[in-house]
C-alpha cells in the first residue's frame, strides 16, 4: 500500500510538473537565451554544492563538459536507482570519446543522510564516471531552485526511516553551462544516448 501511495505520489508530481511546464510556456512564450524550443523554461544556474571528497564545487568546475544530471537520494527504492542506472547504459552506448565529454552528476535532496562519502560511493556504484554532489540544506535548497526540482521530505516511522518525495529529470547542461535539455523518467537508454549524441 505504501508503494502504491508512493507511486500515485509520483505520478501526481510528474503531472504537476508537466502543468507547471505547460503553464511556464504560457506566460513565456517566445524564444529562450538557449535558442532551444519555443518558451523552454530557463534551468540551471549557479550552484555551490560539496563533491564525494569534502570539496566545494560550482558549475565553472565542470565547464567544457556537458553536464548531465540527477537530483535524488540513496535511500530512494526505486525511482532514484533506475534512472541512474539509464544514465549508466546511455553513457556505455557512447563511443569512449563522447563519453569523456561528459560529467555525469548525482546531487542528493536528502543532506541529512547523504554525506559527501554516501553520495560518493552511490553515484560511482552506478558508473565510474558519476559523480555524486551534496551540501548544506541551504545549498541544496538553492540548486533546486535553480534546476526547478522539486523535494520534501516524508514523514518518518516508527523506526525514523524517512522517504524523499522528488521531481525525477535528467538535466543535460552544455559546456558553456546553458542549459540544453532533459529526458523525463522512463526514458530508455537508447534514446538518452541517441539524445546526448544529437546533443554534442
Ligand atoms: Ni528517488
Not at 37 to 40: E, F, H, K, N, R
Given at each position: 500500500m505504501r508503494w502504491l501511495i508512493y507511486g500515485v505520489a509520483a505520478v501526481a508530481l510528474i503531472v504537476a510538473a508537466g502543468i507547471a511546464v505547460l503553464a511556464v510556456k504560457v506566460i513565456e512564450g517566445g524564444p529562450t537565451e538557449t535558442g532551444g524550443?519555443?518558451?523552454?523554461p530557463s534551468v540551471g544556474g549557479p550552484f555551490e554544492l560539496v563533491d564525494g571528497d569534502g570539496r566545494t564545487v560550482t558549475p565553472a568546475d565542470f565547464a567544457g563538459k556537458y553536464m548531465v544530471l540527477y537530483f535524488g537520494?540513496?535511500?530512494?527504492?526505486d525511482v532514484c536507482p533506475t534512472e541512474l542506472i539509464a544514465i549508466a547504459d546511455a553513457l556505455d552506448l557512447l563511443t569512449p570519446e563522447q563519453r569523456a565529454r561528459i560529467q555525469p552528476i548525482f546531487v542528493t535532496v536528502d543532506p541529512e543522510r547523504d554525506t559527501p562519502a554516501v553520495v560518493k560511493d552511490y553515484a560511482s556504484n552506478f558508473h565510474p564516471q558519476m559523480i555524486g554532489l551534496t551540501g548544506s540544506p541551504e545549498q541544496i535548497r538553492e540548486a533546486a531552485k535553480a534546476y526547478r526540482v522539486y523535494y520534501a521530505k516524508q514523514e518518518a516511522d516508527e523506526n525514523g526511516n524517512y522517504q524523499m518525495a522528488h521531481s525525477s529529470f535528467i538535466y543535460v547542461m552544455g559546456p558553456d553551462g546553458r542549459f540544453l535539455r532533459h529526458f523525463s523518467m522512463g526514458t530508455s537508454p537508447e534514446e538518452i544516448a541517441e539524445g546526448l549524441r544529437s546533443a554534442m
Open positions: 524550443l519555443m518558451g523552454q537520494f540513496t535511500y530512494c527504492p
